[in-house]
């Protein structure tokens, strides 16, 4: 069994609901889960992920070996810095077999504790590493996700997330977000509480189709996140009031 760094006492704390125990941790971190839109940045950039956490509407960050390699940096810093800001859900992706997936995830989840989620790809070996840790009480992002079927056997596996790649699938003729719809109906009907995490997600109307499709949480390259804020009538009319305000107090 895995055994955190910084574990709080509560993930000992158990109470039972209709004869079935319950962890009072996981009980509390999947109710504020569900109950909560969430934002993550899609990005290994510590420099722009400490310029938006600033805003306080960062809930988590999802990285993946191609954003690492871009910052070029070791992976392990990364994490570490993202963590010392104080995000609270990072995506540290993981590779190989499953024994090595489930090795590493361990690793890492011992290094680094209760901000670790450990992402492995949409294999067999990925869900069988997805169990293992799933048991070890560690939070899985099942990634590469295309399908519907792929998400059924992510959530047997007992994944926190899964991962649909919306802009991914638009780019090959593909609807994303009828796909984030999909799971997202499949996983209500079913009482799932594994969360649906739209990435690949390209631009700002993508993050609202998302939400509205029935996603958890979206993960977003920080100018898609800036671009959020922005709306030209919002502009034009943020001047016209300056303009006025400034005349009143003529
Ligand atoms: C997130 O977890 C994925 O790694 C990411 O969103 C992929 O995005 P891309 O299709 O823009 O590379």
């Not at 000992?12 to 609901?17: I, N, Q």
Request: glycine share 6%; with cysteine; net charge negative.
């Amino acid at each position: 069994m895995a055994e955190s760094v910084d574990a709080p006492d509560l993930k000992s704390v158990d109470f039972k609901v209709v004869g079935v125990q319950v962890s009072l941790l996981a009980f509390l971190y999947k109710l504020t889960s569900i109950l909560k839109m969430k934002i993550f940045l899609d990005t290994a950039d510590t420099e722009l992920i400490q310029k938006y956490n600033e805003t306080g509407l960062i809930d988590g960050i999802t990285t993946n070996p191609t954003l690492i390699m871009k910052s070029g940096r070791d992976p392990e810093d990364v994490y570490q810095e993202i963590k010392d800001m104080g995000i609270r859900d990072i995506s540290m992706e993981v590779v190989g077999s499953a024994d090595e997936m489930i090795e590493e995830g361990v690793r890492l989840f011992e290094k680094f504790g209760f901000c670790s989620t450990i992402k492995v790809p949409m294999t067999r070996d990925g869900l069988m590493a997805c169990s293992k840790l799933t048991d070890e009480g560690i939070r899985v992002n099942v990634t590469l996700i295309f399908a519907a079927a792929q998400a059924i056997l992510a959530r047997r596996a007992g994944a926190s997330y899964v991962s649909p790649f919306v802009g991914r699938m638009n780019d090959n003729s593909v609807s994303g977000v009828a796909l984030v719809q999909t799971i997202a109906s499949l996983y209500n009907q079913h009482f799932s509480t594994t969360q649906v995490l739209a990435a690949s997600v390209r631009d700002v109307h993508q993050v609202g189709r998302c939400f509205d499709a029935g996603a958890n949480i979206c993960t977003i390259p920080p100018k898609v996140f800036w671009g959020m804020y922005k709306h030209v009538l919002t502009d034009q009319g943020l001047e016209q009031f300056q303009k006025d305000w400034d005349s009143v107090m003529k």
